[in-house]
């Protein structure tokens, strides 16, 4: 599975949009990108995920660039509680051999009031 | 939806003890669960990967017969950490995903510490 890469932390004021990036420029066309947070001594979250096309649920925005080596997911109006370790994953989506999740390092998110 | 559960939240036992760790898929089938831990204040390592009713593939460096991965239904996965040391103690997480273009969904976890 592609590598990617992320910041090792953001600040973010509390009610503005959170704007995390990450890249992965090695990414393959069958591999999605997937978005995951942790809350400190909890299990990852899943949050979004997506091949081409931006997504948006919920929880948050995906913006994937046309060539699709970065990324950037969007938390629309921040809070306290929005405060965690981001990670961005890519990995194959479907059919065939799928990967597995493999994390990096995530990006630490904190979000100030 | 997408609840995994995961049982029990903590464990304290003294070195030597078999400790065994839950992890249910509570509104899906998962055909396929995983066994991840993480050490303090670094990122989660895949231990194994599980599908139901096959034997579990083990990670690079991983001991299979330390780490005991038992998939016997589409809702459950076992974990037996065996003859635990105070090295082993360290946080569990699982994770579970039905068909395979649907994501991963984790357990809270578990706190293992090895006395």
């Known amino acids: 599975d592609a590598k990617t890469t992320q910041p090792p932390s953001m600040d973010c004021a509390e009610g503005r949009a959170a704007n995390l990036p990450c890249n992965h420029s090695?990414?393959?066309?069958?591999?999605?990108v997937y978005w995951y947070r942790q809350i400190h001594s909890q299990g990852p979250q899943y949050i979004i995920h997506?091949?081409?096309n931006n997504e948006t649920n919920e929880m948050a925005s995906l913006i994937i660039t046309e060539d699709r080596k970065s990324s950037t997911l969007i938390l629309p109006h921040a809070t306290l509680r929005d405060t965690a370790v981001y990670y961005c994953?890519?990995?194959?989506?479907?059919?065939?051999?799928?990967?597995?999740?493999?994390f990096g390092k995530g990006t630490k998110l904190s979000v100030k009031p | 939806g997408a609840v995994v559960s995961q049982h029990p939240s903590r464990v304290i036992c003294k070195s030597g003890t078999s400790v065994k760790i839950e992890c249910r898929s509570l509104?899906?089938?998962?055909?396929?669960m995983f066994w991840y831990r993480q050490f303090p204040k670094q990122s989660l390592m895949l231990m194994a990967t599980?599908?139901?009713?096959?034997?579990?593939?083990?990670e690079q460096g991983v001991e299979k017969d330390k780490f005991l991965i038992n998939h016997a239904s589409l809702t459950l996965s076992t974990l037996t950490v065996t003859s635990a040391h105070p090295e082993d103690s360290s946080f569990y997480i699982c994770?579970?995903?039905?068909?395979?273009?649907?994501?991963?969904?984790f357990g809270d976890g578990t706190r293992l510490s090895i006395l």
């Open positions: 994770s579970a995903r039905g068909y395979t273009d649907q994501p991963q969904h």
């Open positions: 090695t990414i393959s066309g069958n591999e999605y």
């Open positions: 997506g091949l081409k």
């Open positions: 994953i890519v990995r194959v989506g479907s059919g065939g051999s799928q990967g597995n999740l493999i």
């Open positions: 509104d899906f089938q998962a055909t396929t």
């Open positions: 599980s599908n139901e009713g096959s034997k579990a593939t083990y």
